[in-house]
């Protein structure tokens, strides 16, 4: 089983950035794909980037540019570097982890970290 927990939200104003970071626990982190979601009040929870156990990427487009994810398996932790942000970046985020292969689908993780709220200001 893996734990995920994430870190690093807060309040910016638009154009400002933030790094979110997510600590998993386990001893096979590096098996799993890990992705970032996103939700907002009242709206579904939206893929905003994976990275494979290889550390093949896929960003939605509506961050592509702005966002960049990595890992580290060594220290089992993975982070969203997020630049620019706009005020419709708001939302809950959350880390997940996948056994399989990445996908951008919320039904293929199986782990998931309780979330850390990003508001951006205008």
């Known amino acids: 089983q893996v734990q995920l927990g994430e870190s690093g939200g807060g309040l910016v104003q638009a154009g400002g950035s933030l790094r979110l970071s997510c600590s998993a626990s386990?001893?096979?982190?590096?098996?799993?794909?890990m992705g970032w979601f996103r939700q907002a009040p009242g709206k579904e929870r939206d893929f905003v980037v994976g990275?494979?156990?290889?550390?093949?990427?896929n960003y939605a487009d509506s961050v592509k540019g702005r966002f960049t994810i990595a890992r580290d398996n060594a220290m089992k932790t993975v982070t969203l570097q997020m630049n620019s942000l706009k005020p419709e970046d708001t939302a809950v985020y959350y880390c997940?982890?996948?056994?399989?292969?990445?996908?951008?689908?919320?039904?293929?993780?199986?782990?998931w970290g309780q979330g850390t709220q990003v508001t951006v200001s205008s």
């Open positions: 990275i494979s156990r290889g550390g093949r990427t």
């Open positions: 997940a982890a996948d056994r399989g292969t990445l996908t951008s689908s919320p039904s293929a993780y199986d782990y």
């Open positions: 386990g001893r096979t982190f590096d098996i799993y794909s």
